[in-house]
């Protein structure tokens, strides 16, 4: 299955700002999905990111909070723009590692915004 | 009514116990389904995918699945305490297309 590494692993953010989260896949892959889990919830889908093409946004989110790169098939990046407490949760990207092995999450990123 | 429900849980069971977990979805034509575990502070990990009506085993695993009443389940024979975790059911298209859609996650508690 798909390797994914995933930085950076946590940060404190100040309000206001802007966190990039990177994603780098160890084989080239269509689509990369990103999620966020909020305290003590689910997996809640961002937006799809495909090579080439804008990304793909879920209801309730936007490309203005949260831009999206995918420069090539192995590589994705996130932005969390003017954050505010609220945005303090995991933020999760994922790859399809092949019909038989289901997708693959990196190891997260913990955010909180203070 | 939610994509995927499951119960929150807490779900306790003793060690050598069957825990088992359900999983309801609303997309009668979804295709594929996928059980990830969740450990505190860590991200999901794949530990069974399922497509087919019926059953499928994988060491202490077994998924079941029925289409027709929309659910899908998974039991855990000879639990142990390192087993206690979060598992979150996910769903996959077709009119999702590709991306999964998650339950809210069954906390199994393994007590001694």
């Known amino acids: 299955s798909a390797v994914i590494s995933q930085k950076p692993s946590r940060d404190i953010c100040q309000r206001g700002t802007s966190l990039t989260i990177q994603c780098q896949v160890d084989?080239?892959?269509?689509?990369m999905f990103w999620y966020r889990q909020q305290p003590g919830q689910s997996l809640t889908l961002i937006a799809t990111?495909?090579?080439?093409?804008?990304?793909?946004?879920e209801s309730g989110f936007v490309i203005d909070k949260f831009p999206i790169s995918r420069p090539n098939l192995t590589f994705s990046t996130l932005t969390v723009s003017n954050m505010s407490p609220e945005d303090s949760s995991i933020y999760l990207c994922s790859v399809e590692s092949g019909t038989n092995y289901g997708y693959t999450f990196g190891s997260g990123t913990r955010l909180t915004v203070v | 009514q939610k994509e995927v429900e499951q119960n929150s849980g807490p779900l306790s069971v003793p060690e050598g116990a069957i825990a088992s977990l359900n999983c309801t979805y609303s997309d009668r034509v979804s295709q594929s389904f996928f059980w990830y575990r969740q450990y505190s502070g860590k991200s999901p990990e794949l530990i069974m995918s399922?497509?087919?009506?019926g059953d499928k085993e994988d060491g202490r695993f077994t998924a079941q699945l029925n289409k027709a009443s929309q659910y899908v389940s998974l039991l855990i024979r000879d639990s142990q305490p390192s087993d206690s975790a979060t598992y979150l059911c996910?769903?996959?298209?077709?009119?999702?297309?590709?991306?999964?859609?998650f339950g809210t996650g069954t906390q199994l508690k393994v007590e001694l």
């Open positions: 996910a769903v996959r298209g077709p009119g999702g297309g590709n991306k999964l859609t």
């Open positions: 399922i497509y087919s009506n």
């Open positions: 990111a495909n090579q080439g093409s804008e990304a793909t946004y």
């Open positions: 084989s080239q892959v269509t689509m």
